[in-house]
T-cell receptor, first 109, second 113 residues
């Protein structure tokens, strides 16, 4: 499975935008970029995914580099409820979801 | 719509005991997964299934067994519990396809003493 690299932790002020980076230099042409987050004491939940183009949904935006070797999850206005571990995952043709260690996001009130 | 349901939520086992962690989904998903998460770590894939009757090993299958006799259910069996199996276990399901969203259960917290 192709691997992703994320910072271990990030902090952001409440009500500010947050940009969570992910590097995936060995991505293949058919890999989809998925983001999940895990709130404390809960199972992971889906946030967003994309292949080549930038994507927006009600939770976040996903910006994908033109060469697809990196991506950024954007939370437009962080709230305390966004404090979680965010996982960037490449989902490939055999369709397993392989998790890394993720980025622990702390929101400062 | 219940989604992915895991039972039990908590369990304490003695070394050498056996148990089955239950997972059921009501979304008619083809794919189901079992993960474990040790404290402060990411999720590691134990086993997965692409449909009824088909299962395959993930990263950390030793000490576990699975079966998939129906689309809805994917139980995880621990035959001889060891302290190293103390962890939080998550079940997930999705439709087929690399672009599909996976849904996770709330987890089973297992302690082996």
């Amino acid at each position: 499975d192709a691997k992703t690299t994320q910072p271990n932790s990030m902090e952001s002020n409440e009500e500010e935008p947050v940009h969570l980076p992910c590097n995936h230099s060995t991505i293949s042409g058919t890999d989809y970029i998925h983001w999940y987050r895990q709130l404390p004491s809960q199972g992971p939940e889906y946030v967003i995914h994309g292949l080549t183009s930038n994507v927006n949904n009600r939770m976040a935006s996903l910006a994908i580099a033109e060469d697809r070797k990196s991506s950024t999850l954007i939370l437009h206005r962080a709230t305390l409820r966004d404090a979680a571990v965010y996982y960037c995952i490449l989902r490939d043709e055999d369709e397993k979801l392989t998790f890394g260690t993720g980025t622990r996001l702390t929101i400062i009130p | 719509n219940a989604g992915v349901t895991q039972t039990p939520k908590f369990r304490i086992l003695k070394i050498g005991q056996s148990m089955t962690l239950q997972c059921a989904q009501d979304m008619n998903h083809n794919y189901m997964y079992w993960y474990r998460q040790d404290p402060g770590m990411g999720l590691k894939l134990i086993y997965y299934s692409v449909g009824a009757g088909i299962t395959d090993k993930g990263e950390v299958p030793n000490g576990y067994n699975v079966s998939r006799s129906t689309t809805e259910d994917f139980p995880l069996r621990l035959e001889l519990a060891a302290p190293s199996q103390t962890s939080v276990y998550f079940c997930a399901s999705s439709f087929r396809g690399a672009s599909t969203e996976a849904f996770f259960g709330q987890g089973t917290r297992l302690t082996v003493v």
